[in-house]
């Protein structure tokens, strides 16, 4: 039988998971990232590198550029309903950093699992950046071959403003995948934490003592995964099919379609 500490409150998601020895002494084996969030974290690395490839060549990529747009929104409300519902790490309330808590960090008095209080910001930011800019990119135009899938839902000067904010906070956003980035390998090379290991297998080694969150009902959390895939399959959907009627009507009146109004999708 699998310990307790062991699983997380949705290891059934996981499956069975034998447990292994610890890597050091004394310490134990804890299921700290659950499958859905491990599928989300890697989906959405494919999905920003995607968008931020297709964004820089253009041209004939834009169509690709719209579509890993529309895969980041759509993972975004995944991750924000599985903030809520989902297992106890994954949710947004267990690693909301407090002034102290972020004040015992950088004295080296923090314990705990997951995400440090520096990494939590750093979470935070992603997500409320990538949310900024999908939400810009739904309305934008760059008045040439791009139209968000919201843009008809504007004006011409709204979308072309909304063009540029979207071309803005990929700087932003460019600077904190980088500081990301650069905070893992630091932990990894310097501080020889293990960061890679659990986001792929989901265990982590915890030492004696550590606080664990404690588990939440496992039933909530299939209603709350099965609630969170829906949720985001709807938003893609919708918004996929709002940028093609708009478009299916302009060219009905104006016998050709306009290379202004063509979706990226």
């Known amino acids: 039988m699998t310990p307790p500490e062991l699983l997380s409150d949705f290891g059934a998601v996981d499956g069975a998971v034998d447990l292994a020895p610890a890597s050091r002494a004394g310490a134990r084996r804890f299921l700290l990232w659950d499958l859905p969030l491990r599928v989300f974290h890697w989906s959405l690395v494919v999905a920003v590198t995607a968008a931020i490839v297709t964004g820089e060549l253009g041209g004939a990529w834009m169509p690709w550029h719209g579509r890993a747009g529309l895969a980041i929104v759509g993972l975004l409300v995944f991750r924000i309903v599985w903030g809520v519902v989902g297992s106890a790490t994954s949710r947004f309330a267990h690693f909301a950093p407090s002034p102290s808590s972020v004040i015992a960090y950088l004295r080296g008095r ?139 009507t302009a060219s009905a009146a104006a016998g050709a379609k306009p290379a202004a109004s063509a979706p990226a999708w």
């Open 110 to 248: 923090w314990r705990g699992v997951g995400h440090n209080p520096l990494g939590a910001l750093s979470v935070f930011a992603l997500l409320g950046l990538l949310s900024l800019q999908a939400a810009t990119g739904l309305f934008g135009n760059d008045d040439i071959a791009f139209a968000g899938p919201l843009n008809h839902l504007v004006g011409d000067g709204a979308g072309s403003r909304a063009t540029g904010w979207h071309r803005l906070l990929a700087d932003g956003l460019f600077v904190l995948l980088a500081l990301h980035l650069l905070a893992v390998a630091f932990h990894v090379v310097v501080k020889r934490h293990r960061l890679i290991r659990p986001m792929i297998t989901g265990l982590q080694d915890v030492e004696p003592g550590t606080p664990l969150p404690r588990p939440a009902r496992s039933l909530l959390g299939r209603f709350g995964l099965l609630a969170a895939v829906s949720l985001a399959a709807v938003a893609v959907l919708a918004l996929a099919g709002a940028g093609e009627a708009p478009v299916a």
